[in-house]
């Protein structure tokens, strides 16, 4: 007797999820670039993400006007932590018993699991994406969320920004772009304001807007445009360059330009609980069964002021 389609599902599912990982975000520019800018953080588990923050220079220290002058000995504070809590996703894998008769042989609900498994990850991975752009989709922060265009403040990870002036990020204070003629100059200026004249790994390492964006800009540099790898457009997906940084557009993006750097952005998920494939369950009442892929997970920043969210 073959096989039900939930012993194939446990068995199958490490090595199709194994493979979706190889090609972890094949249809999305965005989730692309988290993956290989090292955005994407597998933590453990915990009820909080705890994010130290080193936000203030040491304030005892300074030049001496004479020799043997006493040093400060005020407790040093310059640390502090940003808590960020955990998101739930859940895509549910469904299944009737007439699925189970109706595929009889061990090839038939080979070819079903697979197509079932594969669409899980695909829809999991793509909510990530619309949740990312969104303020807040049921407890997790997307990018509007966590950064504020109009003029940087909000509450994140339990810090106000309100308050806390150093926990600002980077906004367009009213001198967003309008069309091709300034968009370059805005660009320009919100790299300026975010990088404060720092190293590399404090700048910007990729932006992401829409297409339309994207499209705006990509005009304004036709005579000498700039594509950063050849093998990304050969596998379909457009990254433009701006300064030393990657331009992607998202689906689900908006004419807002957000920079963001992998030091100071990160997609946690609880490598207990991600992609985690839950147990079979039987319908009470209708003939049909059904198993979850069930994440943890969170988008977090230990530094607002060195991401920008540029306005049109």
Not at 89 to 112: G, I, T
Not at 160 to 177: E, I, L, P, V
Request: hydrophobic share 40%; charged share 20%; aromatic share 10%.
């Amino acid at each position: 007797m073959a096989p039900s389609i939930s012993q194939i599902l446990t068995v199958s599912y490490p090595e199709v999820e194994s493979k979706m990982a190889e090609n972890q975000w094949a249809e999305s520019a965005l989730m692309r670039e988290f993956e290989r800018q090292g955005v994407l953080d597998r933590v453990s588990g915990s009820p909080t993400y705890d994010v130290a923050l080193d936000f203030q220079a040491n304030a005892g220290g300074e030049f001496n006007a004479s020799d043997l002058v006493g040093v400060d000995t005020a407790k040093t504070e310059v640390l502090s932590t940003a808590q960020y809590t955990s998101a739930q996703l859940q895509v549910p894998v469904v299944w009737s018993k007439k699925d189970e008769a109706e595929n009889s042989s061990a090839n038939q609900k080979v070819a079903l699991v697979k197509a079932l498994i594969e669409n899980a990850l695909a829809t999991h991975d793509d909510l990530i994406e619309q949740a990312l752009f969104a303020s807040s989709t049921n407890g997790f922060i997307g990018l509007p969320g966590l950064l504020n265009e109009t003029d940087g403040t909000g509450t994140v990870g339990g810090i106000n920004a309100g308050t806390d002036a150093f926990w600002k990020n980077g906004f367009s204070s009213g001198s967003g772009w309008n069309n091709a003629t300034d968009i370059v100059a805005a660009m320009t200026a919100m790299y300026n304001t975010v990088i404060k004249g720092s190293g590399s790994p404090m700048q910007p390492k990729f932006l992401v807007a829409d297409a339309e964006t994207q499209a705006i800009y990509e005009s304004t540099q036709q005579e000498n445009i700039r594509y950063v790898d050849t093998r990304e457009a050969d596998a379909g997906f457009k990254v433009l360059a701006f300064k030393n940084a990657r331009f992607v557009f998202s689906q689900y993006g908006t004419d807002v330009i957000y920079f963001l750097n992998p030091k100071n952005l990160k997609l946690k998920v609880v490598k207990q609980a991600y992609r985690l494939l839950g147990d079979t369950i039987e319908f009470p009442d209708s003939a049909g069964y059904i198993r979850k892929v069930f994440t943890l997970c969170q988008l977090t920043t230990n530094n607002r002021s060195r991401l920008g969210a540029l306005k049109k």
